[in-house]
């Protein structure tokens, strides 16, 4: 909306600093942040929040900013970070004469603030709740927000300010003059919506080009969460605002922001954290999760499959190396050296996601003849190109080529996706084929881990098979699964290689699978 010149110096006053707006806009007064929150007149939480926590609300709200993502640890008050602040811009709103006016709305219009989370059940029962709980005890509230209406999703302040309760769609925000948002618990969102884009990612980008497109630069989105996962879009969004001064960041550990039991308690250390003793119990009990709950660290997977990744490093054996040049193609070295027969797993792409192909063979352990060593030979991602598809003639040429070197190969095993042409023709060639669902059958996920955790599981240091194995989590009902824009083409192929050359060792291969 265009500006007047006499209007210019407050419009652009309040562009700079949301919340510190000219006197001659209002016509009651606008109090700082430290009295609205302690003060009895006003929310009267003295000696009730963190110190930590109305400092950062300080810090937030005379600086220039759009947009906050805090990430604390669990038990730091980060919800009643956002509730808090969430009254106070409603506080500033009702303190001007004509907000309508002042931020560039027609008569009429409403001034919204919204609050989303994981669920519409969430969003209302902790920050809504919160906000409509601190609003009517507040005396100043009682006075100049007179005759609010308070319903399950909705409250409605006079001169047209209205704080609406969402859930995780990215739509449901649509209507509203969006002048303030808050995204609750930002990082635990339901993961995909497709075209590897996080639901919440989806929701963050409407609501910033709502609040955009309303009030040109001004007004404040907040996203607030614990961590979840390295690389989500909440991690990454954390990362790349830190450089951003028109974003406000606070990344935090909960000890940081909650005060200790003693000034005098003790620090110990881990994973480069000073953690206070009070807190060693937790650290003991289950460290990855201290680590991502407490210390605010976000995981390679949210209950990782490989509780101890050091089983996938202490697999990794010296005299191995990645069969394939600097132009993807079999190293002219790469020849059977070792006897045994090989088992092949392809698990197959398209579109986004890669293919993933391995072979295994099995050795014996020294005095147990019934317990061999699994030695994975090959791995290799084959990544499609951008806008194209994966070739899916590649693996069936690659095995033949394996085949051509000497190797014998007992078995070539496909997933269900598009593989039957593909058996079809290397059935035709006279190899054994068969159609093995890693996703179906989760038997051949627990063959890797019992293999990795008792010693007998050989690998080469290849790096998609190792960064996706240490990021691979437990979801519900069991399954395993890569963690938001993660990927398993390479540890799906190499745990249906493996758990299929352990059944050919004992001499079960063909059970529980079709066979072509």
């Known amino acids: ?46 000696g009730q929040v963190f110190p930590e926590v109305i400092r950062t609300l300080e810090e937030l709200m005379r600086g220039a900013y759009r947009e906050a993502v805090v990430c604390w640890g669990i038990g730091s008050g980060k919800s009643y970070l956002a509730s808090i602040g969430l009254c106070y811009m409603i506080h500033s709103v009702l303190c001007l004469r004509n907000p309508q006016k002042t931020l560039g709305l027609a008569d009429g219009a409403a001034v919204s603030f919204v609050i989303a989370a994981p669920t519409a059940r969430h969003s209302r029962d902790i920050v809504y709740g919160q906000v409509g709980r601190l609003v009517k005890g507040s005396p100043w509230f009682s006075e100049y927000a007179a005759g609010m209406r308070m319903t399950a999703t909705e409250m409605q302040f006079p001169k047209g300010i209205l704080l609406a309760s969402g859930n995780s769609s990215a739509t449901f925000a649509t209507g509203y003059n969006v002048f303030g948002a808050v995204i609750d618990e930002a990082a635990w969102f339901p993961a995909n919506v497709g075209e590897g884009r996080e639901q919440v990612e989806e929701l963050y980008y409407a609501l910033r080009h709502r609040i955009a497109s309303r009030f040109a630069g001004r007004g404040l989105l907040m996203m607030i969460s614990s961590p ?21 960041t606070s990344h935090r550990p909960v000890w940081e922001v909650r005060p200790v039991a003693s000034e005098t308690e003790g620090f110990f250390e881990h994973a480069g ?87 295994a063979r099995c050795t014996a352990t020294p005095g147990d003849m019934s317990s061999p060593t699994v030695v994975v ?33 007992a078995q070539v095993s496909y997933d269900g996706w598009q593989s039957a042409d593909s058996r079809q023709i290397l059935a035709r060639k006279g190899l054994r084929t068969k159609l093995v669902s890693v996703d179906r059958t989760p038997e051949a996920y627990e063959t890797l881990k019992a293999l990795a955790m008792e010693g007998r599981l050989v690998v080469y240091a290849y790096e998609p098979f190792l960064s996706e194995a240490a990021s691979l989590e437990v979801v519900r009902g069991g399954r395993i699964d890569h963690p938001p824009r993660g990927s398993k083409d ?9 758990s299929e050359a352990l059944l050919g060792w004992q001499g079960m291969a063909g059970i529980r699978a079709e066979v072509v």
């Open 1 to 46: 909306m265009s500006v007047r010149g006499g209007e210019l110096q407050e419009w652009d006053m309040i562009r700079r600093q949301p919340w510190l707006v000219d006197k001659r806009q209002t016509e009651l007064a606008r109090v700082p942040v430290r009295r609205f929150v302690c003060d009895p007149q006003y929310l009267g939480l003295e």
């Open 228 to 248: 979840r996962t390295a690389g989500d879009f909440f991690d990454r969004r954390l990362r790349s605002a830190m450089d951003d001064g028109e974003v406000f």
């Open 273 to 359: 954290l000073m953690v206070p003793e009070s807190y060693r119990r937790d650290f003991e009990l289950n460290p990855h999760r201290a680590l991502r709950d407490l210390g605010a660290v976000p995981s390679t997977a949210l209950q990782p499959f490989f509780a101890d990744s050091r089983v996938l490093e202490e697999a990794v054996s010296a005299e191995l190396a990645h069969p394939f040049d600097s132009q993807g193609r079999l190293a002219e070295w790469f020849v059977p050296t070792e006897p045994g027969q090989r088992y092949v797993h392809v698990d197959l792409g398209l579109k986004r996601d890669a293919c993933g192909i391995a072979m």
């Open 377 to 409: 030979e090959l791995m290799l991602r084959l990544a499609p190109e951008s806008g194209a598809e994966v070739d899916i003639s590649r693996p069936r040429e690659l095995v033949l080529a394996l085949r051509g070197r000497g190797f014998p190969i």
């Open 490 to 498: 390479v540890t799906d192929a190499v745990a249906g290689a493996v």
